[in-house]
């Protein structure tokens, strides 16, 4: 049998949104290379809404599947659905994730919300400014 | 799809040539040689006709071959057997921080009841110092253990000098010889090694067979308890199709393997260089002469190495990887830790090991496949990513060429 899902071999070998945003409005990055995973995610907002979210991923098959799958399931979204996009709801969404590797959705999903965040930050500081 | 094996430390295909002299042991021999009969009997020569064959690849004396279910078993009796054995002469065991796990774990598990372990470390090209061993030995030290080579990056270790330092100080020396019987010269009186162990399926015969060689004179404990079979070393009927096998592939082995290794090493070798042409940021893991003839382990910087693995896969290439991925094992490979590599390095490694079977157009193949496969990964790095506003540059210059 093997180890990951069609789902997930698909967006490994077919990931979607791959890439950078120039001038994003919201930067997250999540792991690091020494624990074996990163994912950086870039966000650009409009109307409340996610306009285009890209990815750039370093990790193991579950890592890049999670980060495209991610990707996917938060573009169009508004920030408040885009935020309620959980570690499980990804790994379902990829039919299943090897038990030891569902640390990867974890890291997928608090990327995201850390390009959000990031989002909201600068939002206040400039709201702060034009007040 | 064609497929490229290139995963021959992890096992081997049984050599056809062996599954032939093992199916007569299934049906028309297939005796229990304990018992006194004529079926019994004839199936007992079998077993020892392949301890000759055994025993004359390692240049040892027919009754210091002792066969268990293979290689993780024999180190278990080696190390276990020993301590047990030992125990009121000394309670210390030398040995390195790149075993096997087979050794590796049978060692933390002696250390949790009560042995002491030194791990000695390597260099960065994973060889040990024999000196570090001399100094590493007490009066209570009952065991050396130091493999023979080195599953994952291939080094050969200096066990003859080695030898000559335990047989001075008067200690066991066992080493794990998994990786070099029938691949490269054993020959345990110029090693000097006391215990010695070996895998079938590494070398072309089956699985779930194996052996461990005890010079005479060496007494470990056993660890299986029942019958008296392999001088009461190892009870349980003997596994005699397995073993008729091990002794057909080590006579192949013996017929083969100068010529063999010299074959492997030209394939290796152009491997090794044809990645490191055509890919940059790419380094050799493990000794440049040093090493198995058929070991190429390299790391991919910026890329990581399961889905490295798993790419090539999809093309038809079987490798594997020093990292390890999951939550239950968040440390990559031990021994690549070991030799001091950046852990983003040990995440980024690939390990091709060649066989019997892998031809010239096979590395080309592999040649041709890699470069586009590594670029496709290092495409989607965020290791390669523009630096982010306030975040100096990632300083590995490849901005421009992320292809």
């Known amino acids: ?131 | 799809m064609e497929r490229v094996y290139l995963d021959y430390a992890a096992t081997t295909p049984t050599d056809p040539e062996v599954v032939q002299a093992m199916v007569p042991y299934f049906t028309e021999v297939f005796g229990n040689p304990s018992s006194i009969h004529h079926c019994g009997q004839e199936a007992k020569e079998a077993i020892e006709e392949a301890r000759a064959k055994v025993a004359r690849l390692i240049g040892a004396q027919d009754e210091e071959i002792i066969f268990t279910s293979g290689g993780t078993e024999a180190d278990n009796l080696a190390l276990t057997g020993v301590a047990v054995a030992r125990e009121s002469k000394g309670n210390h065991i030398i040995t390195t921080s790149i075993e096997h796990h087979a050794v590796m774990e049978t060692c933390h598990f002696l250390e949790k009841r009560g042995f002491q372990i030194t791990y000695l470390p390597v260099d960065e090209y994973g060889l040990i110092g024999p000196e570090d061993v001399r100094k590493a030995i007490n009066n209570r030290t009952i065991l050396i253990s130091i493999m023979h080579a080195n599953n994952e990056v291939g080094t050969v270790e200096p066990i003859s000098p080695i030898g000559e330092i335990a047989r001075e100080a008067g200690v066991y020396f066992h080493s794990d010889a998994v990786q070099t019987v029938g691949h490269i010269p054993v020959d345990v009186n110029k090693l000097g090694v006391d215990l010695l162990s070996v895998s079938a399926h590494k070398l072309y015969g089956p699985k779930g067979v194996g052996a461990l060689y005890i010079r005479k004179g060496t007494k470990p404990a056993s660890l299986m308890h029942g019958g008296e079979q392999e001088r009461q070393l190892r009870a349980g009927t003997h596994n005699v199709p397995g073993i008729v096998g091990l002794g057909k592939a080590a006579e192949i082995a013996q017929q083969e393997i100068n010529e063999e290794a010299a074959r492997l090493t030209g394939l290796r070798d152009r491997l090794i260089n044809g990645i490191l042409e055509r890919i940059d940021h790419v380094r050799l893991n493990g000794h440049p002469s040093s090493r198995l003839p058929n070991n190429v382990n390299i790391s991919v910087d910026f890329v990581e190495g399961e889905s490295l693995c798993l790419t090539l896969d999809l093309e038809g290439i079987c490798t594997s990887t020093g990292s390890a991925c999951s939550s239950s094992n968040l440390e990559p490979s031990h021994v690549l830790m070991a030799l001091g590599l950046p852990p983003e390095q040990a995440r980024s490694s690939l390990r091709c090991t060649l066989g019997k079977w892998t031809a010239e157009s096979d590395i080309e193949h592999v040649l041709g496949v890699l470069p586009r496969v590594v670029a496709r990964l290092r495409a989607m790095s965020p290791l390669l990513r523009k630096p982010l506003a306030g975040e100096e540059s990632n300083g590995h210059g490849l901005e421009k060429n992320k292809s």
């Open chain 1, 1 to 131: 049998m093997p180890i990951y899902s069609e789902k997930v071999m698909d967006h490994f070998m077919n990931p979607r949104n791959v890439g950078e945003i120039e001038n994003p409005d919201g930067i997250g990055e999540e792991g690091n290379p020494v624990c074996g995973d990163m994912m950086t995610f870039y966000i650009k907002v409009k109307d409340n809404r996610l306009e285009d979210v890209k990815f750039k991923t370093f990790g193991c098959g579950a890592a890049i599947a999670v980060s495209s799958m991610v990707s996917e399931m938060a573009k169009g979204k508004t920030l408040e659905e885009a935020k309620k996009i959980t570690p499980r709801l990804v790994a379902d969404e990829l039919e299943g994730l090897p038990k030891n590797k569902f640390h990867c959705s974890n890291l997928g999903a608090q990327a995201l919300n850390k390009a959000i965040d990031d989002y909201l930050k600068k939002q206040q500081k400039e709201g702060g400014k034009q007040s």
